[in-house]
C-alpha cells in the first residue's frame, strides 16, 4: 500500500492521499490474516468487507471504500503486470447521490454542554467545535493547522495553501465567542508542549483524524446524541446556517475553499420551511400587487 501513496502523491491533492490512507488501512486490517500477501486477496474478501460496511455506513460511504479498492487494484495490475484481479465479479455498491445532511444546531449544542471547559480536554473539545461550525474548515485543514496560523484578537485563521486540500491559501474567520474559546484553550494549551501544532492532545502531540472523530464520537455518547456527529456534517451546518442568513453561494464557496460552486451548492441542504421563508420575504404577489 505504502508504494502505491507514494506514488500517488504527485497527483493527488493532501486530502485525497488522506481518503486512500484511510480506506485502505481498515481494508487491511478487516482483513488481517486472511491473507499473507495482496495476491491472496480474492473476490470474496472484498464482497464480504463491503457486506459488513453496509451494516453501518450509507450506500454512499460504502461506495467510496469500493471507490478506493478499485484504484488500489488498478494501479496494482498496470505496475505489477498482473492478471490478479480480486474485483472480478464483485457488484459495485449502489451509491445514491442525495443532498448532503449537515448536523442539527441542537445537537452541536449539546455537544458544547457535554465539555468540560474546566480541563484542558473539555477546553479543546469546545474550541475545535465552535471553530468547526464558525470556519466550516475541512477536518484535514483543521488539524493540520499550527498556533503561528491564527490570530484570536483578530478572529482570524490564515490556513497556507499546503495545508488546504486545494493547495490554495486562504483565509477562515471566528465570530466572538469562537475567538473567546480559542484564547480560552490556547491559554492552557501554553504550559502543556512545545510543539508548533495548534491542536493538542493530553500527552502534547498534534491532534489526529482519528483522535478528532473519537473526540465526537465521545462527546456525542456523553451528550446523548443519536448516532454521532462527524466533522464534515459540522462543515455542512456551517454552509446551511451561513446561507440561511443570507450569506451568497460565492462568499460561501470561498470560505469552504471549493474549486466550484456546483459543489458548494450540494452542501446546502433546504427544507420546505426555508423555501417558504424566502417565498415569504419575495412573493412577487405580496411586493408588486
Request: proline share 3%.
Amino acid at each position: 500500500m505504502q508504494a502505491f501513496l507514494r506514488s500517488k502523491k504527485s497527483s493527488c491533492s493532501a486530502g485525497t492521499l488522506d481518503f486512500y490512507t484511510r480506506k485502505l488501512a481498515e481494508f487491511l486490517l478487516w482483513l488481517g490474516p486472511q491473507a499473507g500477501r495482496v495476491e491472496d486477496i480474492r473476490p470474496q474478501h472484498i464482497r464480504e468487507f463491503l457486506t459488513e460496511l453496509a451494516q453501518g455506513h450509507a450506500p454512499g460511504g460504502v461506495h467510496a471504500y469500493y471507490r478506493s479498492l478499485r484504484t488500489w487494484v488498478n494501479w496494482c495490475r498496470k505496475e505489477y503486470d498482473t492478471e490478479w484481479n480480486p474485483l472480478r465479479n464483485v457488484q459495485a455498491p449502489r451509491a445514491m447521490h442525495e443532498a448532503m445532511g449537515a448536523a442539527d444546531i441542537e445537537d452541536i449544542k449539546k455537544l458544547l454542554r457535554a465539555c468540560d471547559h474546566r480541563t484542558f480536554v473539555g477546553s479543546r473539545d469546545d474550541a475545535i467545535i465552535r471553530t468547526l461550525l464558525d470556519t466550516g474548515l475541512r477536518a484535514s485543514e483543521l488539524l493540520r493547522l499550527d498556533l503561528e496560523d491564527t490570530d484570536v484578537t483578530e478572529g482570524r485563521i490564515t490556513v497556507p495553501a499546503a495545508k488546504t486540500e486545494g493547495k490554495v491559501a486562504r483565509s477562515a474567520f471566528l465570530g466572538s465567542h469562537a475567538a473567546r474559546a480559542l484564547r480560552r484553550y490556547a491559554a492552557m494549551r501554553s504550559t502543556r508542549a512545545e510543539s508548533p501544532a495548534l491542536w493538542l492532545t493530553q500527552e502534547g502531540t498534534r491532534m489526529t483524524y482519528a483522535g478528532l472523530h473519537t473526540m465526537l464520537r465521545r462527546l456525542s455518547e456523553r451528550a446523548g446524541v443519536e448516532g454521532r456527529v462527524t466533522p464534515h456534517e459540522i462543515r455542512k451546518a456551517f454552509a446551511t446556517a451561513m446561507h440561511r442568513s443570507g450569506a451568497d453561494l460565492e462568499t460561501i464557496r470561498r470560505l469552504l475553499g471549493h474549486s466550484s460552486i456546483i459543489v458548494t451548492q450540494t452542501y446546502l441542504r433546504l427544507t420546505d420551511d426555508d423555501l417558504h421563508r424566502v417565498h415569504e420575504a419575495h412573493s412577487p404577489g405580496d411586493r408588486l400587487l
